[in-house]
């Protein structure tokens, strides 16, 4: 009897056998599926994110290679930054736009969703001509509070000269924002990187024109930068009203325009609630970068105008990796907020987990790609031939190296608690964090008076770093929170 009962058993023992080996199929295809789709998104998000940046590279490369002196370049680095802190500011136009369009979109309301894009675009386009006026008041108190009285009178010359061109550009930039925000919304990143291809294109044309053969300098820099500015504005406006085919022939054809009505309260609570977070936010991450920009200008042990002109080229290679890192936390942004607005808890936990995986390898990868530049002296011989700039520069590329796989850590899960519309924890912990920065240099610059002042800056920043890494580690993996990425 017990060999036939043996028997009659096997068939239940290979069934179940089979279900295992399905199920796990089934999730190792659920993971690849993630993958691609995070892949998908973020190449293309990637390539846009990188084409702005570029364009601040390219004006600074061609500056110090053309410049006759360090001062040049000095005025573009205490401009640059306030108009980073400035355009960053109102990130939110992308960051809260985002969430709040994928998440009506994908429980089914696209009206909702096309009325939350209408709304970014007009504010977009509102805050952008306040902005340009407030720049162009404001621009030699800005330069003093930035170090122009100390970098010298011709720093300060060729840096209002670049702040005046650029600030015309404001309501361009915010509008490229929104518009961004609202694409991704519905899961399209194509068609901001195609429209900042021909950007980065007439921006390098006009670079070389103006800077190479005109010898306009920082001038010609700005009149390049923003006319490609303005030109991407107008391209995605014509995009979302439908003037202009999308470039990703996946996405539903939609028609945003900005709105010229008054909405009630109700209807735009959501978008300003989220906005006024991100804000704060922006304030406190920006008015970090800036004053490390400011810090570097009052450098004791090095030259003004040499720390200046160094911190502006590590400035930018920061940035420049960390929108390589934000590629991923854009597109978790989208597929977070789309996996919830579906109410699915597994998908956001699968979409997170893959992510956060992704983001170590491009970390490391970024830091090995940065020290192989450091130790070629490639860095140094791309952006400037002034041996005081390379010394000073030799200093802190170190510290952007270390701090590469944090980074891409920290853009991780911004962009995953960013699509669950954590935006209110996010300022919170970023106020932390800048009080964390803040902190560490005071107590680097008592009690270090030997080290330069610009590695204690970038000592600083790390540190903000680590404690945004900290802060949005403890909420991702909140049992009772929206991810709970631990399950």
């Known amino acids: 009897m017990v060999p036939k009962e043996i028997d009659a058993l096997l068939p239940k023992k290979n069934s179940l056998r089979l279900q295992k080996e399905d199920t796990e199929q089934s999730l190792e295809a659920n ?49 640059v930054p306030i108009l980073t802190f400035s355009f960053y500011l109102f990130n939110f136009l992308c960051t809260a736009t985002t969430p709040l369009v994928a998440s009506r979109r994908a429980a089914g309301k696209p009206k909702d969703a096309a009325a939350v894009g209408a709304q970014a675009l007009t504010l977009s386009l509102v805050l952008g001509a306040t902005l340009t006026i407030t720049l162009l008041s404001l621009k030699q108190t800005l330069l003093i ?4 009285g100390i970098t010298g009178e011709l720093a300060n010359k060729y840096a209002l000269a670049f702040l005046s061109v650029r600030a015309l550009a404001a309501p361009a930039v915010l509008c490229i924002e929104a518009s961004t925000g609202v694409l991704r919304g519905y899961l399209d990143t194509r068609t901001p990187i195609v429209i900042l291809i021909v950007a980065n294109l007439l921006n390098l044309a006009l670079d ?8 306009l300098g920082p001038m010609g820099a700005a009149i390049a930068t923003t006319t490609a500015e303005w030109v991407s504005a107008l391209l995605f406006l014509g995009v ?16 945003i325009r900005p709105s010229l009505s008054i909405p009630t309260w109700q209807e735009v609570r959501p978008l300003i609630v989220a906005s006024a977070s991100v804000f704060f936010r922006a304030v406190v991450l920006q008015v970090s970068l800036s004053g490390a920009a400011a810090m570097a200008a009052r450098s004791v042990s090095d030259e003004a105008a040499v720390a200046v002109a160094a911190h502006q080229i590590g400035i930018q290679l920061w940035i420049l990796c960390s929108f390589f890192c934000d590629s991923l936390a854009a597109a978790s942004q989208g597929l977070v907020a789309d996996a919830l607005g579906r109410k699915d808890p597994d998908g956001v936990r699968e979409v997170s987990k893959t992510v956060f995986a992704y983001s170590l390898c491009l970390g490391l990868f970024l830091g090995l790609l940065l020290q192989a530049g450091e130790a070629t002296g490639l860095l140094f011989e791309i952006f400037t031939d002034d041996n005081s700039i390379q010394g000073a520069l030799h200093k802190i590329l170190p510290l952007i190296v270390i701090a590469q796989p944090l980074n891409a850590m920290v853009f991780a899960a911004d962009g995953v608690l960013q699509g669950a519309s954590e935006f209110t924890f996010q300022a919170k912990a970023m106020a932390l964090s800048g009080l964390t920065a803040l902190s560490t240099f005071a107590w680097l610059e008592m009690g270090n008076a030997d080290v330069a002042t610009l590695v204690h800056v970038w000592t600083a920043l790390i540190a903000l770093q680590s404690m945004r890494g900290l802060t949005s580690l403890w909420k991702v993996a909140q049992k009772d929170g929206p991810i709970n990425i631990f399950g």
Not at 36 to 63: E, H, Q, S, Y
């Open 31 to 79: 993971q690849q599926s993630t993958g691609r789709k995070i892949l998908d998104l973020a190449i293309p998000a990637g390539a846009a994110l990188l084409i702005d940046p570029l364009m601040t590279l390219a004006d600074t490369a061609f500056v110090g290679r053309f410049a006759d002196s360090p001062v040049e370049l000095a005025g573009m680095g205490s401009a």
């Open 145 to 148: 509070v930035m170090g122009t």
């Open 208 to 215: 070389i024109v103006l800077i190479a053969f005109a010898g």
């Open 240 to 255: 979302l009203s439908g003037t202009i085919p999308s470039a990703s022939s996946s996405v539903e054809a939609v028609e």
